[in-house]
């Protein structure tokens, strides 16, 4: 792995200028980006990921002092989450500037802004002046992508410029907050908490008042293959079901694996605490879902709040929705 170098920024600047395409590395998961200011540039990530047009997609900036050029208004309470968080794994869903074009905000009022604290994130966004719009790297709908080995499998050389930053800290995507005015709202759970998020705005409207976006389907950040979320009592037993049809099974144990397991069970170890446990998820999920498998099992994890983006996650990638969450994930 080579880490990207001043060098690769360059390259990575004059492609987004050209309205090309780069994945780059934020300390969340990858983003597939493109300049947010060209119309033509944001459209094919659109056609690339085989995502709906009515998804908005983040504008990453690398300092606060850009965020007029794209909202035209910054409510009190998201003043202080950014001054708080940013840089780092939060996005502001705030009023759009009339400037923003609507195929960054998907024809909603607002736009989604981060500014992301990875290195070479920073730098990029930092050479090229302007805003990069950019969603996950990965197909509409499929696991979102921590290394650029990732990024690699889902488009192969359709994307020429992959910087690489080595693996995503935190490994699963921002915290989205709403400030529009009329309350804040935790539209998806994320490194950053709900208690963190209230500790600093002040108490949360509840999202299911909140617009839903547009397109939401309820199976996101998926394995290919079927995954099951399975308390740790009835493991053993659906392990066998599976099994003794002669079929391979994938687990995700929270634990090791049992010395007296099938042939056909593929094992892997879960972190113990919530963050490594976060950081792993999807490069996990990768490799269970590369291993030939006709299910993947994953045992239920905690449930207090440090999990709950962790939950999240996992009741989308096997078609359960979000707990009162609003916004999609692409
Ligand atoms: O950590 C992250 O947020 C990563 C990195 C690359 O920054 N990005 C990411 O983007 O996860 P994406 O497109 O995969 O998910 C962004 C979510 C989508 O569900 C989208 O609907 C929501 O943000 N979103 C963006 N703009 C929005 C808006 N104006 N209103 C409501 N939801 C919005
Ligand atoms: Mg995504």
């Keep these: 792995m080579t880490i990207a170098g001043l060098e690769d920024i360059g390259a990575a600047v004059a492609t987004l200028r050209a309205g090309g395409l780069v994945a ?20 094919k990530i659109f056609a690339l990921k085989g995502r709906p047009s009515d998804h908005p997609v983040i504008v ?3 300092d606060p002092r850009r965020l007029p050029r794209w909202a035209r208004e910054v409510p009190e309470p998201a003043r202080a989450l950014a001054a708080r968080f940013w840089p ?11 400037e923003v074009d609507e195929v960054v905000t998907g024809g909603q009022d607002s736009v989604g802004i981060r500014v992301p604290s990875h290195p070479v994130a920073q730098r ?13 790297a990965n197909r509409y709908g499929h696991l979102s992508p921590t290394r650029a080995a990732h990024v690699r499998e889902e488009f192969g050389d359709a994307v020429p410029i992959v910087l690489d930053g080595g693996e995503s800290q935190i490994g699963l995507e921002s915290t989205i907050v709403a400030c529009l005015g009329d309350g804040v709202r ?55 079901s599976i099994a003794t049809h002669g079929e391979r099974v994938g ?9 007296d397991r099938h042939p056909g069970v593929v094992w892997l170890e879960a972190a113990a605490e919530a963050q ?22 994953v045992e239920t994890p905690p ?28």
């Design 124 to 136: 990029l966004l930092r050479a090229f002046g302007g805003g990069v719009a950019a969603p996950s």
């Design 276 to 297: 490594a446990y976060a950081h792993d998820l999807y490069d996990r999920l990768r490799t269970l879902d590369h291993a030939g498998c006709a299910r993947i099992l």
């Design 186 to 240: 935790l539209l998806r759970p994320g490194h950053i908490t709900r208690s963190q998020i209230a500790a600093v705005a002040g108490e949360l409207v509840e999202a299911g008042e909140a617009p839903r976006a547009p397109g939401d389907r309820s199976l996101h950040y998926a394995p290919r293959t079927p995954l099951e979320l399975v308390p740790a009592p009835l493991l053993a037993s659906r392990i066998a």
């Design 60 to 62: 990453h900036i690398d």
């Design 303 to 330: 449930r207090d709040e440090s999990w709950s983006a962790v939950n999240d996650r996992l009741r989308r990638a096997c078609g359960l929705g979000g707990r009162a969450i609003e916004a999609g994930a692409d």
């Design 251 to 259: 687990v995700l144990g929270r634990g090791p694996a049992p010395p």
């Design 24 to 43: 780059f590395p934020t300390e969340t998961v990858y983003g597939l980006g493109a300049n947010a200011a060209d119309r033509a540039a944001v459209a």
């Design 88 to 98: 780092g794994p939060l996005t502001l869903i705030l009023p759009k500037s009339d």
